[in-house]
């Protein structure tokens, strides 16, 4: 009996894992990288999904980490591709996943093969579609912040300078330091609190020296934290994910503004 192999997809799948602090505090970032990543000739679906794993992996709860490792796998299982608009996410699901399952042989394999096909939003625009230049505008003078996990473990540090280089009008500035954690760390701000608002009250002292009014990284919780460190120190800098700039959707306000009421 002869078989016909599947034609191919004429366009990549792509699977967006919108991450919870994004569907709960900033969905915008969601829409902008699914904007980008279609803008890269790719299909982009968004399976069920909550929670990476991150938290209860980090907080030594391995049985809940699996349990969402698991679920993520499923979920996505049909993708050729899974997107994360997050270092510390991507950096989960790509290089932690498989330390989950090392044990396991019969779970090993998967979680090898799903975490090679998993990638940080702009890594993967630039690094996997080659994604040379947007077309986008944002007037403005930016700096931008190297989240740890996307830095450290996923090797994020050119690819969104290549690409905010093609923004029309803006300018941008590097801080001194931008590899230096700003003090966020999910549960270590947490457990550690008084420590974390040292870390990142000198990183808005940086921020602020640079003279620019737009600070852009790839990491909502690092944005949230800076945002909110430079707000309580009176410093008119915005915040943004580096993904609305580059999809060029900048209607919601800042990350940190007040929010306009409904029908405003």
Known sequence: ????????????????????????????IGFAAAKLIEAAGCEVVVPSQTCCGQPAFNSGDRATAKALAEQAMREFRDCDYVVIPSGSCGGMMAKH??????????????ANAFAAKCHELVSFLVDVRGMKQVTARCPQR?????????????GVKRQPRD??????????????????????????????????????TQKATTIEETGADLLLAGDLGCLMNMAGKLSRMGKSVDARHVAEVLADMLEAPPIGAPQPKNGA
């Open 1 to 28: 009996m002869e078989t016909t192999a599947a034609a191919p997809r004429p366009r990549p799948r792509v699977g967006l894992f919108a991450t919870c602090l994004v569907d709960l505090m900033r969905p915008s």
């Open 97 to 110: 996943y498989p330390e989950l399952f090392a044990d396991d042989p019969n779970m090993a394999p998967l």
């Open 142 to 154: 930016a700096t931008y912040h190297d989240s740890c996990s996307g830095l450290r473990e996923l």
């Open 163 to 200: 690409l905010l280089a093609s923004v029309e009008g803006l300018t941008l500035v590097e801080m001194r330091d931008s590899e230096t954690c700003c003090g966020f760390g999910g549960m270590f701000a947490v457990k550690y609190g008084e420590i974390s608002d040292q870390i990142v």
